[in-house]
């Protein structure tokens, strides 16, 4: 998840260079919204993680 995150964020990068300035904001928060779901994603497995016991 972390990856297309990524990959989103490149391409509004790119996209905002070349001037397309909604297709970049669209992107961007698309990336935001994937990068919030990875970090909640990533809590929620330290958490149960943590509280096992092996």
């Known amino acids: 998840m972390l990856r297309y995150a990524i990959i989103f964020f490149v ?26 779901i990875f970090l909640i994603l990533l809590v929620i497995s330290v958490v149960t993680g943590s509280t096992r016991k092996i």
């Open 11 to 36: 391409v509004a990068l790119i996209a905002g260079v070349l001037g397309f300035g909604g297709i970049a904001g669209g992107m961007a928060s698309i990336a935001k919204v994937l990068f919030f």
